[in-house]
């Protein structure tokens, strides 16, 4: 893969590196039987992974993973295990903070076996603790935990939250209720009482628990339209966050989108202004500017950048949406669709690349340089 160049020498000697969509798994499944409880590790070597469904066959690489690396690495798929990490992305490219973001055990939040679900998350969880972060410091992670059990999932985040390489809690964008509804309040309290932000990844959006296709229009046939609506989902969720005024309830939270886009941000950020302008007596209780909670509130991952053919048009978009302050760097490795951090919005100028790659998220993680 890429190798290590004197940009990423220089850039590491002024200020760290933060890559905030890593992808990470176990080596085999059987490294979580351990984990379990008893009644759950059959189950577990059978069934595995509770919830989730995956309609579309092809979704880019070699099962989502750049070609090389997973031949290099025994075809491993969906997500990494430590090593490739370690070596390609930290070692290599230079990454001085990976933000490890899971995948595989997202299903858990569409399971109708809350029990089983939670025990597996419980068990990713401590694996990921003893296995990664145990052994090398530039981890941090994002719990995974079912948010269809909200009671559990703050019992969760108050049982490793005071770890100091457990940086935030993450919810799979496929839901029952939009994040903003009040069920979800049980984990912004924990969230923000153990200083973790929520992170908001794409995934779970064709459950078969949820019991509905992920567009008001039906299924998409293939996995090109599938991708083309991830930023309806986490359009869903941030006008519920704004318009349920949950950053008037929880004024810490912090959220961070994932692998959302963001072209979308200033259009949507319009949008949300002008109807709350012509509906705010409906929504009393949101008492400032919608544009001004997700300044304050929301950090957007770069990855995927889209690609306008228009010159300055990205430059644009980044100014409408104060993307100095709510963009932070994501390469999403190791999926095929990877992005390496010297060739990501690599024209900006010194000091917006800076915040972009290093101070956004450190400041969205609360993780001191």
Same mark, same amino acid.
């Given at each position: 893969?890429?190798?290590?160049?004197?940009?990423?020498?220089?850039?590491?000697?002024?200020?760290?590196?933060?890559?905030?969509?890593?992808?990470?798994?176990?080596?085999?499944?059987?490294?979580?039987?351990?984990?379990?409880?008893?009644?759950?590790?059959?189950?577990?070597?059978? #069934?595995?992974?509770?919830?989730?469904?995956?309609?579309?066959?092809?979704?880019?690489?070699?099962?989502?993973?750049?070609?090389?690396?997973?031949?290099?690495?025994?075809?491993?798929?969906?997500?990494?295990?430590?090593?490739?990490?370690?070596?390609?992305?930290?070692? *290599?490219?230079?990454?001085?903070?990976?933000?490890?973001?899971?995948?595989? @055990?997202?299903?858990?939040? *569409?399971?109708?076996?809350?029990?089983?679900?939670?025990?597996?998350?419980?068990?990713?969880?401590?694996?990921?603790?003893?296995?990664?972060?145990?052994?090398?410091?530039?981890?941090?992670?994002?719990?995974?935990?079912?948010?269809?059990?909200?009671?559990?999932?703050?019992?969760?985040?108050?049982?490793?939250?005071? !770890?100091?390489?457990?940086?935030?809690?993450?919810?799979?964008?496929?839901?029952?209720?939009?994040?903003?509804?009040?069920?979800?309040?049980?984990?912004?309290?924990?969230? +923000?009482?153990?200083?973790?932000?929520?992170?908001?990844?794409?995934?779970?959006?064709? *459950? +078969?628990?949820?019991?509905?296709?992920?567009?008001?229009?039906?299924?998409?046939? =293939?996995?090109?339209?599938?991708?083309?609506?991830?930023?309806?989902?986490?359009?869903?969720?941030?006008?519920?966050?704004?318009?349920?005024?949950?950053?008037?309830?929880?004024? =810490?939270?912090?959220?961070?989108?994932?692998?959302?886009?963001?072209?979308?941000?200033?259009?949507?950020?319009?949008?949300?202004?002008?109807?709350?302008?012509?509906?705010?007596?409906?929504?009393?209780? @949101?008492?400032?500017?919608?544009?001004? #909670?997700?300044?304050?509130?929301?950090?957007?991952? +770069?990855?995927?950048?889209?690609?306008? +053919?228009?010159?300055?048009?990205?430059?644009?978009?980044?100014?409408?949406?104060?993307?100095?302050?709510?963009?932070?760097?994501?390469?999403?490795?190791?999926?095929?669709?990877?992005? !390496?951090?010297?060739?990501?919005?690599? !024209?900006? =100028?010194?000091?917006?690349?800076?915040?972009?790659? *290093?101070?956004?998220?450190?400041?969205?993680?609360?993780?001191?340089?």
């Amino acid at each position: 893969m890429a190798q290590q160049d004197a940009r990423s020498e220089s850039r590491r000697e002024s200020d760290p590196l933060v890559d905030v969509d890593v992808h990470h798994a176990w080596g085999d499944e059987s490294d979580l039987t351990p984990y379990l409880p008893p009644q759950y590790q059959d189950r577990w070597e059978m #069934y595995g992974v509770p919830g989730g469904h995956k309609p579309y066959a092809n979704n880019g690489g070699q099962l989502a993973v750049m070609a090389d690396v997973a031949e290099a690495y025994d075809d491993m798929a969906y997500s990494a295990p430590r090593e490739p990490v370690r070596e390609e992305l930290l070692d *290599s490219i230079g990454v001085d903070v990976a933000h490890l973001t899971g995948m595989l @055990v997202y299903g858990a939040s *569409s399971a109708t076996d809350k029990r089983y679900a939670n025990a597996v998350c419980r068990a990713f969880n401590d694996y990921t603790v003893d296995e990664w972060l145990d052994h090398d410091d530039r981890f941090r992670y994002s719990l995974a935990v079912n948010h269809q059990d909200p009671q559990w999932t703050a019992e969760e985040i108050r049982r490793l939250g005071d !770890h100091p390489q457990v940086v935030s809690v993450m919810l799979p964008t496929g839901a029952t209720r939009a994040f903003g509804d009040s069920m979800y309040d049980p984990i912004y309290e924990a969230a +923000t009482e153990q200083d973790l932000a929520v992170a908001m990844h794409f995934g779970n959006n064709c *459950s +078969t628990m949820h019991g509905y296709p992920p567009t008001a229009a039906g299924w998409p046939n =293939d996995y090109v339209e599938f991708r083309l609506l991830r930023r309806c989902m986490y359009q869903a969720h941030l006008g519920s966050f704004v318009f349920q005024g949950t950053f008037e309830k929880f004024p =810490d939270l912090r959220v961070l989108m994932l692998e959302s886009g963001w072209a979308w941000v200033p259009s949507f950020l319009w949008l949300m202004v002008s109807e709350w302008k012509a509906f705010r007596s409906d929504v009393p209780w @949101v008492e400032r500017n919608p544009k001004e #909670y997700v300044k304050d509130h929301v950090t957007f991952s +770069t990855q995927p950048v889209e690609e306008p +053919t228009e010159p300055g048009a990205l430059d644009d978009i980044i100014e409408w949406m104060d993307g100095e302050q709510t963009l932070a760097f994501a390469s999403d490795f190791p999926h095929f669709d990877f992005d !390496h951090p010297d060739r990501t919005l690599a !024209h900006l =100028d010194d000091e917006t690349r800076r915040r972009i790659t *290093s101070q956004n998220a450190l400041e969205a993680l609360n993780i001191s340089p």
